[in-house]
């Protein structure tokens, strides 16, 4: 690299360290933000000579990474930003504390991916799904779309990795040459009733889709979750053993295999990895106290809470809204969620910044709730077992914060 670029490199891991032993935090922003004002190039000067996976998509991404991270590892030491920073700062520190590395799979927030594929040049580029998020200040699902469009229309060498189940992906992947399909599944389909193309209605029927007025419709995946397991371009299933719940998950593992074939990695050595990654940046992480086994689980818009929903047991639940600005300030959004698999029968607790919004939600869904103030009053209402929690990005931290602090 330019001088100027290894000091700015040296630069960045200094921070993020003293970042971390302050406490601070994990030091994957700071880190990056220092190092690219004294190098604007630093990420392009880094990411040279790497082979590189970016993983794009609304949810999902951040253990998509992890679980390519973990498949490509098969061919050697591979870079990652896995604690979820995933705009160029994060990219950037990752890049810089890893030093040299001949792979790197990084997790890029949609906005952000025409960016990073400009800086990156990526040998591939997996694309998971789109959906509303963050309504205050995030784009229209269909605006994303075109963005993701036109950045691939513009590097015609990219290998594209795509969900062949989400309209608004296949739309925007048709702009490469070259695209791999996987199914995953799309249970959520609010977002993608019209077509980007032409503005029809989009039709479905048992797992196909298609519009009434052009010729978009789902392609055939090469990759594709079947019963508990992955079957490959050759035909070959796979099954797939999971640490990480939910059939959700299977799809994220597609996607995985999918993007690691890409580099050469067969789909018989990857599988055993992806059983190595139980925890991601906190998400699905188990602790035990006080006679409670506390689950934690990430949902941060519609289609993730429907998902957290599916992974959850018929246990205690606590769910914790907040409205900070990580978490985008309107929560409107709630309104799109069908709380009724929580109609069930189990004990249902809130709690949060935003825990009276929640509390109207549930009262108009006909979810019987109680509130708590505390995670500790929560802990104490729930009897001894399992408890589950659901929360959006910044109550997930405070819980995170909460239990790390005790224990």
Known sequence: MPLRAKVASSVSRTAAALSRAAGRGDGSVIGGWIGLKIDPDLLKNLASGRAIALVSGTNGKTTTTRLTAAALGVLGPVATNSFGANMPTGHTSALAKAGTTPFAVLEVDEHYLARVIDETTPRAVALLNLSRDQLDRAKEVSMMAQLWRTALADHQDIRVIANADDPMVVWAATASPHVVWFSAGQRWHDDSWVCPECGSSIERREGEWWCVGCPLRRPRAQWVVEDEGVTDPNGDWHLIKLQLPGRVNLGNAAAALATAAEFGVRALEAVPRLATVSSVAGRYAQVDRDGRNIRLLLAKNPASWLE???????????????????????????????????????????????AYDLAVRLTVNGVPFRHVTTFDEAIQASPPGRLEVIANYTAFQDIRAELDRVN
């Open 308 to 354: 957290a929903f599916d992974m959850a047991e018929q246990a205690p639940t606590l769910l914790s809204i907040n409205a900070r600005d990580p978490d985008g300030l309107d929560t409107s959004w709630l309104y799109d969620v069908d709380f009724s698999p929580l109609r069930d029968g189990r004990p249902v607790l809130i709690t949060g910044d935003r």
